[in-house]
Each structure stands twice: as structure tokens, then as C-alpha cells.
């Protein structure tokens, strides 16, 4: 696709969907992007990943989508690449992203890179947990309020790590506290399994069920054989 470029008056933002070699290439030449880096960008990670270098940040957040129209949740990753006066994004397939960058854009003209993150991913929290109160948590509640959680602190450790990097890190953290304790309730609130924890309870007393119809036959076979002799 082709690149998404949109400015504030403190960071250049590009937004790249699925991107191509030839455009990890020009990052790579332009930003000086650590090509290990960039080649995981093609990838959908299991786990959240933050490397940390001299004068950026790769940050990968994995990230639960429920397109709409289809009420099932799939999984996808977030790449941020953060410099002091740059912001990179790679997604595959998170619909909202695009409208989400023109109204952070928008509403925070002169959002420093980090300060820009945060906006984004409150904005996509917050359509996030629309789709929760829509479509509920899916048939894997505990893995979609584990990805949750584990973005939450993973975000926490960015902010806290970039202080002498980034200026407005401090004021950004207490303004993550603020917003991570609706996230954890989101989560806590994600329903329990309701497959695996019956089976004990039905297997059980068909077993019991089932030594006592054998018990019972072998007790008539053996009358049976007495009552012959």
C-alpha cells in the first residue's frame, strides 16, 4: 500500500500497511531502522517486543481486532518505531488505524512522537472496548484480557524507560495510570471458560455410573453361575 505521511509541528507520522521490501528499504536508508527489526515487522508476533536503541525505540503490541460486520476476533501487531522527532507505524490489518492517526493528528497538532503513541493507543482502547461491549470477549475471554493486560505493561515499561529521551515521558506516564485502571477492569470483567470446566463434573459421576452398571452385571453373572451349579 502506499505510505500514509501525516505531520504535527513536533513529528513526521508514517503509516504503512503490509508493507513491501522496496519501502522497509527506504526506511531502513532514511531512519537508519535496524533491518532484524524490520524484517520482524512483516511478521504477527506471539509476544510484545520493546528494543530499546541510542536514539529510538521499536515497540511491537500485539493487538485484538474484531472487524466489523463479522463479530469474531482475530490477532493482530502493532510495529511502532519511535524517534525523537519521528513516528513510524506498521500494522497488517487493524481497520481503525487510519482514522485513528487523522484524528490524533487533528486533535493533538503538536504532539511530540511519544506523546502521539499514547493518543493513538487511548483512541484505539477506546474502540476496542466498544467492540467488547458489542461482540463480548469471543470464545477465548481469558487470552483476549491476557493480550490486554500484557499491552498495558508493556506500555507502562516504555513510558518509564524514555524519560531522558523523551521530555513529556513523566506527564505521559501519570496520564497512562489514569487510563490503564479502565483497561484492567476491561479485563477483569472478560467472562470465565465455560468448556473446559464442566467436563470434570460430567466425567466423573459417568465414571462412578459406569463401575457401578459393571459391578452390578458381574454380581448377576456370578449368581447366574452359582444358581446352575
Known amino acids: 500500500m502506499a505510505i500514509n505521511e501525516l505531520r504535527t509541528s513536533a513529528a513526521n507520522i508514517l503509516h504503512l500497511r503490509q508493507p513491501s521490501a522496496k519501502e522497509l528499504d527506504m526506511l531502513r536508508e532514511k531512519f537508519g531502522l535496524h533491518p532484524v527489526d524490520l524484517e520482524a515487522a512483516l511478521t504477527i508476533p506471539k509476544h510484545n517486543i520493546c528494543g530499546q536503541y541510542r536514539d529510538q525505540v521499536h515497540l511491537v503490541l500485539c493487538w485484538p481486532v474484531c472487524p466489523p460486520g463479522t463479530g469474531s476476533w482475530h490477532f493482530d501487531a502493532i510495529h511502532f518505531f519511535i524517534g525523537t522527532d519521528w513516528l513510524i507505524l506498521i500494522d497488517h490489518r487493524i481497520p481503525s488505524l487510519d482514522q485513528t492517526l487523522q484524528s490524533v493528528v487533528a486533535s493533538q497538532p503538536s504532539a511530540p512522537p511519544l506523546e502521539a503513541v499514547y493518543q493513538i493507543l487511548h483512541a484505539l482502547f477506546l474502540d476496542l472496548r466498544a467492540d467488547i461491549e458489542r461482540h463480548g470477549f469471543g470464545p477465548q475471554p481469558d487470552a483476549l484480557a491476557k493480550t490486554l493486560s500484557d ?16 521530555r513529556s515521558a513523566h506527564d505521559m506516564l501519570m496520564a497512562w495510570r489514569l ?39 458381574m454380581i448377576v453373572v456370578i449368581r447366574l453361575v452359582i444358581n446352575r451349579h
Open 151 to 166: 499491552v498495558v505493561i508493556s506500555i507502562e515499561q516504555l513510558i518509564e524507560a524514555q524519560g531522558e529521551m523523551f
Open 179 to 217: 487510563l490503564r485502571h479502565q483497561i484492567l477492569n476491561l479485563c477483569q470483567s472478560a467472562p470465565q471458560r465455560t468448556i473446559a470446566s464442566p467436563q470434570p463434573a460430567r466425567f466423573v459421576p459417568t465414571l462412578v455410573a459406569g463401575y457401578a452398571a459393571l459391578s452390578f452385571l
